[in-house]
C-alpha cells in the first residue's frame, strides 16, 4: 500500500493532516498537481503530481523556478494522498513535518512522456504544469551528484513562453486558494506565528 509510509509518520489523533484512502476518488480526466509551502524546521516546498492513486512527492528547499538557467533541487519523500492536495493550515509542533502549511500553487499536469512509470524509473519525467502560477514545460531529472545514500532530484523549467527569470517565490507569495500569507494561515489555525511570518516577504514598515 502506497501510503503505508505517510501514515506511518503520522498520529492522526494530533495533527490535522488527511489520513488517506476515504478521499475524493481520482478525477477522470486530469491529473492534478499541487505545490505546498511548508515552514517546518527548515522552508520548503513540496511539489506533488498525481499519478497511481497518490501524490507523488518532492520537497524542494528554494521552491519551483521558472528561470530554465536555474535548477532547483528536489528530495523525494513519501506518496501523500490525493486529498493532501486541499490541505492548508498548521501541523501540531512535535509532530512530523510540524509547521504551517499554504497551498502555494494547484493546477493539472500533462505528461511528455509516452510511458510515466518508465519515466520515473528512468529518472527523466518531462510533463507541463497548468497552475495559477506554474505553467509551460518541465523536467524532474535525477542525479547522482555528491553520492548521497538519498537520491536526489532536480526540478528544471525548459524554454518556453512560460520561463522567465522573476522570482515567483518572492514575487507571489500568497496561497492560491485562501490568498494567505504563511503568518496569516498560522494565525488562523493556532500555529506559531512568528515562525511562519519568517517565510514570509518582509511586510513593508508601517508609517507613524
Ligand atoms: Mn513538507
Keep these: 500500500m502506497a501510503l503505508t509510509k505517510y501514515q506511518q509518520k503520522r498520529d492522526f ?11 475524493p476518488k481520482a478525477s477522470a480526466k486530469e491529473l492534478s498537481f499541487v505545490v505546498q509551502k511548508h515552514q517546518a524546521s527548515h522552508l520548503h516546498y513540496d511539489f506533488r503530481l498525481q499519478w497511481n492513486g497518490v501524490l507523488l512527492s518532492w520537497a524542494i528547499p528554494k521552491g519551483p523556478s521558472p528561470d530554465p538557467s536555474v535548477k532547483r533541487l528536489a528530495m ?15 501541523i501540531p509542533e512535535g509532530q512530523y513535518g510540524g509547521g504551517t502549511v499554504m497551498v502555494w500553487d494547484r493546477g493539472y499536469w500533462v505528461p511528455e512522456v509516452p510511458d510515466v512509470d518508465k519515466a520515473l524509473r528512468e ?3 518531462k510533463f507541463s504544469l ?9 523536467a524532474l531529472v535525477r542525479t547522482g551528484i555528491g553520492g548521497s545514500p538519498r537520491t536526489k532530484w532536480l526540478l528544471i523549467k525548459h524554454r518556453d513562453d512560460h520561463a522567465s527569470s522573476d522570482d515567483i517565490t518572492v514575487a507571489k507569495p500568497r496561497s492560491v486558494i ?10 488562523a489555525n493556532g500555529g506559531d506565528i512568528v515562525k511562519a511570518a519568517k517565510a ?9
Excluded at 81 to 90: A, I, K, S
Design 13 to 23: 489523533k494530533v495533527t490535522p493532516e488527511p489520513k488517506g484512502g476515504s478521499g
Design 76 to 90: 523525494p519523500v513519501e506518496d501523500h494522498p490525493l486529498e493532501y492536495g486541499g490541505f492548508e493550515g498548521v
Design 123 to 125: 529518472g527523466q519525467l
Design 130 to 138: 497548468h497552475g495559477a502560477k506554474l505553467r509551460g514545460s518541465w
Design 178 to 187: 485562501s490568498k494567505k500569507l504563511l503568518a496569516d494561515i498560522a494565525k
Design 200 to 208: 514570509d516577504p518582509p511586510r513593508k514598515a508601517t508609517r507613524a
